[in-house]
């Protein structure tokens, strides 16, 4: 089920609200019927924001992707791409572990990123994986490897609290 903010825009006054609150709104309206995973999107000036919800708790949520599209990146040059990289590894210090950009692609316009260190256990491994594109694309997703096995996408565990800070700096990052 794809929800967006115009279904929600009548629980609460959309005219006042950010973009990352318009998404958490259309998140807990999406929760009310069906089951999970849940699509939720909301678009403002440019700026499109896509969650693939899997639980939404009073203290705490997970989901297996963050999609932003930014109108505003489509087409820049690698250095644009590369400050807008830069600016969420200095924002998103606040998650498991730090990103940092690993690699760039000049030709093809892309960073990635993933976290530096990753989180190691007994038998695996975790991180997360950040690739913002010219394309104007940015996507988050959580991944987890066994050792001597190929990596599996995970679903990321936040607080509410996180979980509103996170979109909030996808969502207007420039």
């Given at each position: 089920?794809?929800?967006?903010?115009?279904?929600?825009?009548?629980?609460?006054?959309?005219?006042?609200?950010?973009?990352?609150?318009?998404?958490?709104?259309?998140?807990?309206?999406?929760?009310?019927?069906?089951?999970?995973?849940?699509?939720?999107?909301?678009?403002?000036?440019?700026?499109?924001?896509?969650?693939?919800?899997?639980?939404?708790?009073?203290?705490?949520?997970?989901?297996?992707?963050?999609?932003?599209?930014?109108?505003?990146?489509?087409?820049?040059?690698?250095?644009e791409?590369?400050?807008?990289?830069?600016?969420?590894?200095?924002?998103?210090?606040?998650?498991?572990?730090?990103?940092?950009?690993?690699?760039?692609?000049?030709?093809?316009?892309?960073?990635q990123?993933?976290?530096?260190?990753?989180?190691?256990?007994e038998?695996?491994?975790s991180?997360?994986?950040?690739?913002?594109?010219?394309?104007?694309?940015?996507?988050?997703?959580?991944?987890?490897?066994?050792?001597g096995?190929?990596?599996?996408?995970?679903?990321?565990?936040?607080?509410?609290?996180?979980?509103?800070?996170?979109?909030?700096?996808?969502?207007?990052?420039?």
């Amino acid at each position: 089920m794809k929800w967006s903010v115009g279904a929600v825009r009548n629980i609460r006054t959309g005219l006042d609200m950010t973009l990352a609150e318009r998404l958490e709104q259309a998140a807990e309206a999406a929760t009310i019927g069906g089951s999970p995973p849940w699509s939720v999107s909301v678009a403002e000036g440019g700026v499109e924001v896509t969650l693939e919800l899997t639980a939404l708790e009073s203290l705490a949520c997970s989901f297996e992707r963050l999609d932003v599209r930014n109108l505003a990146w489509t087409g820049k040059p690698i250095g644009e791409i590369k400050r807008v990289a830069e600016e969420l590894a200095a924002r998103l210090t606040y998650l498991l572990e730090a990103i940092r950009p690993i690699e760039v692609d000049p030709e093809q316009c892309v960073v990635q990123m993933r976290s530096s260190p990753p989180r190691r256990e007994e038998d695996k491994s975790s991180y997360y994986e950040l690739i913002v594109e010219r394309s104007g694309s940015l996507s988050l997703r959580r991944y987890e490897k066994q050792f001597g096995d190929v990596r599996r996408q995970v679903p990321m565990l936040l607080t509410r609290e996180v979980f509103r800070r996170l979109l909030g700096d996808f969502a207007t990052v420039k």
